[in-house]
């Protein structure tokens, strides 16, 4: 005689039922932490430099933006912001050794809106301070990082060169 519940007869369920809720945790815990053996970064990857420097233009700061720096020859790039002129990249963010391509944007702020009038409302180009606006794609710039290099890295954008927007990902000459 047969004691078993009808539903325990399929094969999936049979071999559950018979793990212990012991097993059966170790072997749930197991399949959940594989996929993630391997993942993040670690010691494993490129080393990376830290650097900071200034932003200028027109010989004044650029206020604020975002450099990015990518290596021409491959591997991992990284950006950060740029405040009141400068930037900065710390040992665990910065760019790997090596020529690196750098492109530098400006981000403009809108002026609050005068009384009586909503910032839907308003439809002002912001003061830039600058005598030429803004290339379309930003500036870019070559750079070397070494190993043995000073960590202060100064770009002025004004020797630039601007990015073609029909060549996307070459640089105009």
Same mark, same amino acid.
């Given at each position: 005689?047969? %004691?078993r519940?009808?539903?325990v007869?399929f094969s !999936?369920q049979?071999?559950?039922?018979?793990?212990t809720s012991?097993?059966?945790f %170790?072997?749930?815990l %197991?399949l959940?932490?594989?996929?993630?053996?391997?993942c993040?970064? !670690? &010691?494993d990857?490129?080393?990376r430099?830290?650097l900071? !420097?200034?932003?200028?233009r027109?010989?004044k &700061?650029l206020a604020n933006g975002?450099?990015?720096?990518a290596?021409?020859?491959g591997g991992p790039?990284?950006q950060t912001?740029?405040t $009141?002129?400068?930037? @900065?990249?710390?040992?665990q963010?910065?760019p790997?050794?090596?020529e /690196? =391509?750098?492109?530098?944007?400006?981000f403009l702020?809108k002026p =609050?809106?005068?009384?009586?009038?909503s910032?839907? $409302?308003m $439809?002002?180009?912001?003061?830039?301070?600058?005598d030429?606006?803004m &290339?379309?794609?930003?500036w870019? %710039?070559q750079?070397?990082?070494?190993?043995?290099q000073?960590?202060?890295? $100064?770009?002025?954008v004004d @020797?630039a060169?601007?990015?073609s &927007? =029909?060549?996307?990902?070459?640089?105009? /000459?």
């Amino acid at each position: 005689m047969d %004691l078993r519940h009808p539903s325990v007869a399929f094969s !999936g369920q049979a071999f559950l039922s018979r793990l212990t809720s012991r097993r059966f945790f %170790l072997l749930a815990l %197991l399949l959940c932490l594989f996929p993630v053996a391997g993942c993040g970064s !670690g &010691p494993d990857g490129p080393e990376r430099f830290a650097l900071y !420097g200034t932003v200028t233009r027109e010989g004044k &700061p650029l206020a604020n933006g975002a450099i990015k720096m990518a290596p021409t020859a491959g591997g991992p790039s990284t950006q950060t912001k740029i405040t $009141d002129g400068e930037y @900065e990249f710390n040992s665990q963010n910065g760019p790997v050794a090596g020529e /690196q =391509e750098v492109s530098i944007l400006r981000f403009l702020e809108k002026p =609050e809106p005068t009384e009586g009038m909503s910032r839907k $409302d308003m $439809d002002v180009i912001p003061e830039t301070g600058f005598d030429s606006p803004m &290339p379309v794609g930003g500036w870019w %710039l070559q750079t070397t990082v070494s190993p043995d290099q000073d960590l202060a890295v $100064d770009f002025n954008v004004d @020797e630039a060169k601007s990015r073609s &927007p =029909e060549k996307s990902g070459k640089i105009k /000459q």
